[in-house]
């Protein structure tokens, strides 16, 4: 048993369509008592304290806040050894870099490696749960998930799904994308917190008969997650009208095969139809934001506001989608996020960018019971945020007038500097002091 006592932000409810007095609580001296691994109480110190059995660890931290921990909803782990690859644009990029960088996970010790220096950073930017594509070869989701099992992160990830439109290495056929994926599900699904994710790279990647033979095993497990990549940019969008003439649309291309449902999650759509829009509601599908990658490839820049329409509101999720994505850090990603709603000509406030990156997605996975809140019964997976976590940060927060201004201020301007300390499962697993 432990208990960090500093302020905490956390939500109970959406302040995209409740006011923040009903949605947000934010407690300027509280107290976190943690019991194997859950959140056992939360609350004012003074209220908590006199009841704290001698024996509790109390860490506290001053000047800081605690939130939930990150949930990034998409990244790619093996492309942590090329982010930041200069010049292309979606299938540039993917031909010219990753492509090459991902031939290397044959190879499970490199796979391994990379594996730990992902993980690490995630931690160090205080992200404590993630959906993430492995790649082709399936030793390399076996390496993540044996790094992950390691730290008892609650990662959600699947063998990439591709068997054309990429080099000869990196396909399989329909029929091994089937077998591999359903024999990684068997072994890692809902072991801990693991989860397996059914993971077709994206349309132009997959034929229909191995579309069709993922949407078969898709439908044997209903509740599995699965992730993809949709309209993401417009020569792709353009591209997979080519390759499925017969289809009405992107969306429909993995509609027709039985892969949009709750719990698919499709990186991007910036550009949706209303139609594609009004079909994700229905399904109950779910959208991965990912704006430092949009930028990065001149994709373009994802309305949160319009899928999140009360009339038909779509599930959003934050993601990083490194390595297109330039940082692990989910405050640099909500930075983003606000030019991103800024071009629509919308104001995304840091109390509902904050939401967005923790509660809100983990209502966007389906999670939102497990993860994502402060609250009694939840899991203790914690971010504490350094409010003067650098000269310039420290001095801007002398002019902060209240809890708004405090986090706008962190999303806007800090980064994995402002990341004090991080809490897996109940466990201390960094400590910037350390
Ligand atoms: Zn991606």
């Known amino acids: 048993m432990i208990a960090i006592r500093s302020a905490y932000m956390t939500f109970t409810d959406d302040p995209f369509v409740k006011d923040l007095s009903e949605s947000m609580v934010y407690e300027s001296d509280g107290l976190i008592l943690i019991e194997d691994g859950k959140i056992a109480k939360v609350g004012p110190a003074q209220d908590l304290l006199p009841d704290l059995p001698e024996d509790v660890e109390v860490h506290t931290y001053k000047d800081s806040l605690v939130v939930p921990g990150f949930i990034d909803s998409h990244v790619h782990y093996a492309q942590t050894e090329m982010i930041a690859a200069y010049g292309e644009q979606l299938l540039d990029w993917l031909n010219n870099y990753t492509f090459i960088a991902e031939q290397g996970f044959a190879d499970k010790d490199h796979a391994t490696e ?3 220096v992902f993980v690490d950073e995630q931690i160090k930017n205080g992200v404590t749960s993630s959906v993430v594509y492995g790649t082709v070869f399936p030793q390399s989701v ?5 790094v992950a099992e390691k730290h008892s992160m609650r990662l959600m ?3 990439v799904c591709m068997d054309r439109n990429a080099p000869e290495p ?15 599900l068997e072994k890692w699904n809902n072991k801990g917190r693991l989860e397996y994710v059914i993971t077709p790279r994206f349309a132009p ?7 069709e033979a993922l949407g078969q095993l898709a439908k044997e497990y209903p509740d599995v997650l699965i992730q993809t990549h949709l309209s993401e940019n417009l020569g792709e969008v353009a591209w997979v009208k080519d390759l499925f003439p017969e289809r009405e649309g992107y969306l429909d291309v993995y509609d027709h095969y039985g892969l949009v449902r709750e719990r698919s999650v499709f990186g991007h759509c910036i550009h949706l139809t209303d139609k594609e829009l009004q079909t994700m509601h229905d399904r109950g599908a779910t959208i991965a934001h990912c704006p430092t990658s949009n930028f990065f490839l001149g994709s373009g820049y994802f309305d949160i506001f319009k899928a999140l329409d009360p009339e038909r509101p779509v599930r959003v999720g934050m993601g990083t989608d490194l390595g297109a994505g330039t940082s692990f850090s989910m405050l ?20 509902r960018a904050l939401y967005a990156a923790t509660r809100g997605t983990a209502h966007s996975l389906y999670l939102d019971d497990k993860i994502g809140s402060i609250e009694p019964g939840y899991e203790a997976d914690l971010a504490v945020i350094d409010l003067h976590s650098t000269p310039i940060i420290d001095y801007r927060m002398k002019y902060a007038k209240d809890i708004e201004e405090v986090l706008f201020i962190q999303m806007i301007m800090g980064d994995d500097r402002a990341i004090a300390a991080t809490y897996i499962d109940g466990k201390r697993a960094f400590n910037r002091e350390d």
């Open 205 to 211: 990647t997959s034929t229909p008969e191995q579309l």
């Open 142 to 146: 076996d390496a993540l998930f044996e």
């Open 170 to 184: 990196l396909l399989d056929t329909a029929q091994r994308a089937y077998d591999e994926s359903k024999a990684l």
């Open 157 to 159: 990830t699947g063998k």
């Open 114 to 116: 990379i594996a730990n």
């Open 332 to 351: 640099a990603t909500l930075n983003e996020a606000y030019k991103a709603a800024q071009l629509n000509n919308k104001a995304l406030s840091a109390p």
